[in-house]
């Protein structure tokens, strides 16, 4: 790569970086003592969950367990989550959990562009045709947000519930899924130099190839079949182009998924045995949301692609470059399949959608400079608001997205006082933050991870607001040893052990 090139594609890295996170800098400058940014901008429930799995690692944990669900029968434990279980390890005491996380994302959104920036060169020969699908593939977005942002605020844009799907929304997203999206690429990348490698190697690379395959199912277990899935179109279009079965590649490929495929069998088994696991999966699926959400979320690069189809013979030229065409037909098709995670198949898809696309815009952009501009504009909304609006958001320094004194003064007295033996009763928002500074458990604080959490969160909304209510039957059925409530809520008949100003803590009568 000539000098000026790599300076280009350094500086695109480091306005992407910078970009992507600018919400974050913007919260963690507003913090104040008294309102305390907590480190996320959106979904920002699943995000202090993530803390929480890193305690659990920080205190000795290597099976993941619900903190969010109260129930002796749900604490049964499992193999998953273990890149914050690790996380949480190696986190010094005296770093911030919020800290570690955001480092983790950084390393992990440096080590994807980096990945794909080589990835994608490895299909696309022409080095300015790869810089602009590499361009393209970081900050492009589909038309979802316009409509919930201008037509339809109850709308949920495709870029919303899928962000695996886009290489932006994994950049300010958690580092699991940065991390695992890397190593699939590295995945893919080093099974296809597989295919070829010489027998006399193959057991070392079958190892290598192994070892990345355990690793990106150990950070995003959905990435293990979208590998195999993703393979499978493959060795279709080669059977294609080569008009012969691609035996010795087939092979090679499933063997190259052995690992990950051993820890996929794990999952289902212990989804299916554990209780806890089991209840868990069965209010949390992953399925795409309609056909036409899916073509609003990726609209203007479906386009783009079309049109670069007729331009991209020389793909279908070569055995690796028919890995585009065949990743372009199986994307949707994985994206509807029958099964719990098929949201998440979708990952990577926007790489041939970027690389068809950069057939189309360079020499349109030699020509036309403004059309190609146009469309290249039509690409970016979602990139656009999704960080605007971000930053917006945390410029009010409110709950949930801070903490005030008064909750952290809470939290930490509960982490003090409290074991994994004790049940804290709260509003949702509070226990939604209690795992991440004690040992106890909550009866409700995360929409997916408490089993039944819309009973339970009226159980919650109940018991303080409603006169007439029996607390003494909710305390004694749900075995509530901690009540957090706002100053203002009295708790009759409990004894308050502590007062923190706004908040007050009471001791749940025996």
Not at 485 to 504: F, K, Y
Request: aromatic residues 12%; without cysteine.
């Amino acid at each position: 790569m000539k000098r000026s090139r790599r300076l280009t594609i350094a500086a695109w890295a480091i306005a992407a970086l910078l970009w992507a996170n600018l919400p974050y800098l913007a919260g963690y400058a507003r913090s104040t003592p008294q309102a305390r940014f907590g480190g996320f901008f959106l979904y920002e429930q699943d995000g202090y969950s993530y803390l929480a799995k890193m305690r659990q690692g920080a205190q000795g944990a290597w099976l993941f367990h619900l903190p969010y669900t109260s129930e002796d029968e749900y604490q049964s434990g499992g193999a998953i989550y273990l890149f914050y279980l690790v996380l949480g390890k190696l986190t010094p005491r005296f770093v911030p959990l919020d800290a570690a996380y955001h480092a983790a994302r950084l390393i992990g959104s440096a080590l994807l562009l980096w990945v794909l920036y080589r990835f994608i060169g490895r299909l696309v020969g022409d080095a300015r045709r790869r810089s602009w699908a590499w361009w393209l593939a970081i900050f492009s977005g589909g038309w979802g947000l316009l409509i919930s942002t201008f037509i339809d605020q109850r709308y949920v844009a495709y870029e919303l519930i899928a962000p695996d799907a886009f290489v932006f929304s994994i950049l300010y997203g958690p580092p699991h899924v940065s991390v695992g999206f890397s190593l699939l690429l590295l995945w893919i990348h080093y099974t296809l130099d597989t295919l070829k490698t010489d027998r006399s190697r193959l057991p070392q690379r079958l190892l290598v190839a192994n070892g990345l395959g355990a690793l990106t199912a150990l950070a995003r277990e959905a990435y293990a079949p979208a590998f195999a899935l993703i393979f499978a179109a493959y060795l279709i279009a080669l059977a294609v182009r080569q008009r012969t079965l691609p035996r010795r590649e087939a092979i090679r490929a499933a063997l190259s998924g052995v690992a990950a495929g051993a820890y996929g069998l794990y999952l289902v088994i212990a989804f299916r045995t554990a209780p806890g696991l089991a209840a868990w999966a069965g209010q949390n699926p992953f399925t795409s949301p309609g056909v036409l959400d899916f073509v609003l979320g990726f609209a203007p690069l479906i386009g783009l692609a079309l049109m670069g189809l007729r331009r991209a013979a020389q793909l279908w030229a070569s055995d690796e470059g028919a890995l585009v065409p065949a990743w372009l037909v199986a994307g949707p098709i994985m994206a509807y399949l029958p099964l719990a995670i098929s949201r998440r198949l979708i990952a990577g898809w926007q790489i041939p959608l970027a690389i068809l696309a950069a057939y189309v815009l360079p020499p349109l952009f030699d020509r036309r400079r403004v059309p190609a501009l146009a469309l290249v504009a039509l690409t970016l909304p979602s990139t656009l608001l999704i960080i605007l609006g971000g930053t917006a958001r945390v410029l009010t320094p409110q709950p949930p997205l801070y903490i005030t004194a008064d909750q952290q003064a809470a939290l930490d007295w509960l982490g003090a006082h409290t074991t994994d033996r004790d049940v804290v009763l709260s509003d949702w928002r509070f226990g939604n933050l209690v795992p991440i500074y004690a040992d106890a458990r909550v009866l409700v604080g995360h929409p997916i991870e408490t089993i039944d959490f819309a009973r339970k969160q009226q159980i919650a909304e109940t018991f303080f607001a409603a006169d007439g209510v029996d607390r003494a039957a909710v305390i004694d059925e749900w075995h509530i040893t901690w009540i957090v409530a706002e100053a203002d809520r009295v708790v009759a008949d409990q004894t308050p052990a502590a007062d923190l100003g706004s908040i007050r803590i009471y001791r749940a009568a025996p």
